[in-house]
Each structure stands twice: as structure tokens, then as C-alpha cells.
């Protein structure tokens, strides 16, 4: 049985620098809290849970005073850099550059009609509830418009400008579909805009995610639920391969799966931690070898 991990697999990096940061404090200290899990993976967040970092909610900072709170790659609205300026909250911010050069970019579209311009619609593109999302629509004081799908659009109203902006780890494919229609739709004399800022280290890894699920018999995705890019990049793995599973972690592998498999392939989320694969690879070794 040949069994390979995907290299292009594992921590995007805004989150290994989110972790790195957690780790240097917690080293330093033995506790730190973090405002939502750190990464959308129950695995890691346990390793790290063991280590000293609290997972607290937004209801929970606004009852904290005088203490250090992380804050993860996602971002965060305005409201809580207030909350913790009120309660003497140390944020250690690693929000990802990425997300936070969104971030700007949105609340400068959303605050470009106080220098006269018209106000313009603000559209995201992007999974609802999702913190990154949370943290954007907070850029423009709650006033943004979230469509989930193309099956939303109808949400949009097309007599008003638009500028379209995606969640950093949602579907290239589906941004521009979603661009096709509105230029479809948009009335005389509306102006739109669409800015594809979908992270290409994300969005990159499809193509070659594709390629690795096609090199082998079976695929073992190994993802947490939670992970909004896990759900994309494990459907391509599926269009590519339907022999694909998703797995939490090795003990969700189902024998039946591996019966008569010489090649293995296992590849996971930009939430999905590198020793989390490693330990699926190692328990195929040690109980299915002679499959």
C-alpha cells in the first residue's frame, strides 16, 4: 500500500502566524485567551487548549478586563478593537494581511459617499456568520449585503451602485459567476464595480489538489466541519476522484474504504494541521499494511 500526504496540504499562513503568536505567549505565560477558536479544526484547537489558550466568545471579552486576547486570522469588526480599548484589553492581532487589506478596502468603498460620490451598494460575497465575514461587514457598520450563493442574487437591488467583494477563501469559479449575472442584470447608468479578493494561496490550491486526487485510488480529506475552504477544496476533491472521504481525524476511516487499495492519498484544509495528517498516515501504517 503506497500512501502519500499532499504537500500543498495543511496551515495556510495566516494561520501558522496565528499559532505561532499564540504559542510564543503561551510559552511565555502558560495562558492566553483567544476570541473564537483559533483555527476551524477540534484537533488543534484541543493541542492548543492543552497548552494554555482559553477559547472565549464575543459576549465573554465584553466581561474581561485587563488581560491579553488573541485574535485570529479571520478579523474582527471595529466593535471589538473598542471593547478592548475600553477594558484595557493587550490585543495580540493576527489577523491575516491579507484579510485585513480587505478589510480597509471595504470600509473605504462604504465610506467613499461622505466625500460625495453616491453611496454605493456593498455586496459580499461570502459564507454568512463566518467570523472572516463578520469582520467585514462590520467595516461598513452592519450595512452590507452577504449572498452565500448565486442563488441569491435576487437580494441585490440593481438600480444602485454595486462594489462586489468575496470572502478571502470562497470559490473563484463561484465569484465570477456571480459577476456574469449582475453585469447581466444592472440598470442604465449604475456603476459596478467587482474586486476578486479571494486569497490565490487558497485559491491556487485547487488546481493542484485536483491533480493529487486523480494520482490515487483513495483520498482521505482530513478536515473540521467547521472549515468553510475544507468544503470547497474536498468537492473538488470529490469531482476529481469519487472515491473521497472526509475525516475529522483517523478514527472516522472506515476499513471497507481501503479493501483493495495500493494508493492512498491523504490532503486536507488550509485549517488542517500537518501532524493531524502525519497521524492518519501513521495509523493506515500500523493497522492496514497487509490489507
Known amino acids: 500500500?503506497?500512501?502519500?500526504?499532499?504537500?500543498?496540504?495543511?496551515?495556510?499562513?495566516?494561520?501558522?502566524?496565528?499559532?505561532?503568536?499564540?504559542?510564543?505567549?503561551?510559552?511565555?505565560?502558560?495562558?492566553?485567551?483567544?476570541?473564537?477558536?483559533?483555527?476551524?479544526?477540534?484537533?488543534?484547537v484541543e493541542r492548543l487548549k492543552q497548552k494554555g489558550l482559553e477559547?472565549?466568545?464575543?459576549?465573554?471579552?465584553?466581561?474581561?478586563?485587563?488581560?491579553?486576547?488573541?485574535?485570529?486570522?479571520?478579523?474582527?469588526?471595529?466593535?471589538?478593537?473598542?471593547?478592548?480599548?475600553?477594558n484595557n484589553i493587550e490585543i495580540i492581532d493576527a489577523t491575516c494581511?491579507?484579510?485585513?487589506?480587505?478589510?480597509?478596502?471595504?470600509?473605504?468603498?462604504?465610506?467613499?459617499?461622505?466625500?460625495?460620490?453616491?453611496?454605493?451598494?456593498?455586496?459580499?460575497?461570502?459564507?454568512?456568520?463566518?467570523?472572516?465575514?463578520?469582520g467585514l461587514v462590520g467595516q461598513t457598520q452592519g450595512n452590507a449585503l452577504v449572498i452565500e450563493s448565486l442563488d441569491e442574487i435576487d437580494k441585490i437591488d440593481f438600480t444602485r451602485d454595486?462594489?462586489?467583494?468575496?470572502?478571502?477563501?470562497?470559490?473563484?469559479?463561484?465569484?465570477?459567476?456571480?459577476?456574469?449575472?449582475?453585469?447581466?442584470?444592472?440598470?442604465?447608468?449604475?456603476?459596478?464595480?467587482?474586486?476578486?479578493?479571494?486569497c490565490r494561496s487558497v485559491a491556487n490550491r485547487i488546481p493542484q489538489?485536483?491533480?493529487?486526487?486523480r494520482r490515487h485510488e483513495l483520498i482521505l480529506f482530513v478536515c473540521g466541519s467547521k472549515s468553510s475552504n475544507g468544503k470547497i477544496l474536498f468537492g473538488e476533491c470529490l469531482n476529481a476522484n469519487s472515491d473521497s472521504h472526509m475525516i475529522s481525524n483517523e478514527t472516522e476511516i472506515d476499513p471497507s474504504w481501503l479493501l483493495g487499495k495500493r494508493s492512498i492519498g491523504i490532503c486536507g484544509a488550509t485549517s488542517t494541521p500537518r501532524w493531524l495528517m502525519t497521524q492518519v498516515k501513521n495509523y493506515l501504517e500500523e493497522n492496514f499494511s497487509n490489507i
Not at 462604504?110 to 463578520?134: L, T
Not at 469559479?173 to 476578486?196: C, L, M, P, T
Not at 489538489?209 to 486526487?213: E, G, K, L, S
Open 209 to 213: 489538489i485536483q491533480q493529487f486526487a
Open 1 to 44: 500500500m503506497f500512501i502519500e500526504i499532499d504537500n500543498g496540504s495543511g496551515f495556510c499562513f495566516g494561520v501558522t502566524t496565528a499559532i505561532s503568536k499564540a504559542e510564543e505567549e503561551l510559552d511565555k505565560t502558560g495562558h492566553l485567551y483567544c476570541l473564537g477558536d483559533i483555527v476551524h479544526n477540534s484537533n488543534e
Open 162 to 198: 454595486i462594489c462586489l467583494y468575496s470572502q478571502t477563501t470562497k470559490s473563484l469559479q463561484g465569484f465570477k459567476a456571480i459577476v456574469e449575472e449582475i453585469k447581466q442584470r444592472i440598470g442604465d447608468n449604475v456603476e459596478f464595480k467587482s474586486y476578486d479578493t479571494i
Open 55 to 86: 477559547t472565549i466568545t464575543h459576549d465573554q471579552l465584553r466581561e474581561l478586563h485587563d488581560v491579553k486576547v488573541l485574535l485570529r486570522a479571520h478579523g474582527e469588526p471595529p466593535e471589538t478593537y473598542e471593547i478592548a480599548r475600553r
Open 97 to 134: 494581511p491579507v484579510v485585513l487589506q480587505l478589510q480597509r478596502r471595504i470600509n473605504k468603498s462604504y465610506n467613499s459617499a461622505e466625500d460625495g460620490a453616491r453611496e454605493p451598494q456593498i455586496v459580499i460575497y461570502g459564507k454568512r456568520g463566518h467570523a472572516e465575514v463578520n
